[in-house]
């Protein structure tokens, strides 16, 4: 939320950075493991020191490159091969079992189809399916925004979208007031190409 104010306030630009890492606050990243992938966030000077203490690496936090949260942005290039090196040596789930326990913020990074079956996405119903006439049913991703009114909510079940020239006519007599007589020529024309609609 700071980086946005930066950026209105004073033209700030955010490096980009590998590994999805934050632009000032080290570490807080992606690091991968033996078998994928974690994320950890150091925000705090304090789960600084709880993350060093959990990689088995208590040196880093008293090394001056290192002690602050400035220092270890500064000293970025030489702090994250040490932490990458230190992460590759374990599974993710040995990883998250030692930082959890140590109370140091992380998680694992998931493919999409990991993230499709999170047991939280089958809670909130993120995944619908529908029918669709040329692919059968389809399963898609719904809507992140939830709206209610009176514990009802407000939202339109999953539905394919429109083939290419489905409803071209629809648009155009209805939005456009176009006549008949002028849609036939400008399909005549060709100005809306090759309709997809499946016979």
């Given amino acids: 939320m700071y980086i946005g104010p930066w950026a209105a306030t004073h033209g700030y630009v955010p490096p980009r950075r590998r590994n999805s890492a934050h632009a000032s606050i080290v570490p807080f990243q992606n690091f991968r493991a033996v078998d994928g992938w974690i994320v950890v966030a150091a925000a705090k000077q304090s789960l600084w020191e709880r993350l060093c203490d959990a990689l088995g690496e ?37 990883w998250l079992d030692v930082l959890v326990a140590a109370g140091v913020p992380a998680a694992k990074v998931n493919t999409v189809l990991e993230a499709l079956a999170e047991p939280q996405t089958a809670a909130r119903g993120d995944v619908v399916e529908h029918e669709h006439p040329a692919l059968g049913t389809v399963r898609t991703i719904r809507t992140a925004l939830r709206l209610e009114a009176d514990g009802e909510q407000l939202e339109r079940p999953a539905a394919r979208g429109p083939f290419r020239g489905e409803h071209t006519d629809d648009v155009l007599a209805e939005l456009c007031g176009y006549a008949p007589a002028r849609i036939s020529a400008l399909r005549d024309a060709g100005v809306f190409g090759q309709a997809e609609v499946p016979a």
């Fill in 58 to 94: 208590p040196q880093l936090a008293a090394d001056p490159r290192f002690a602050t949260m400035s220092a270890r942005d500064e000293n970025r290039d030489e702090l994250v091969p040490i932490l990458e090196k230190r992460f590759a040596s374990r599974t993710v789930r040995e």
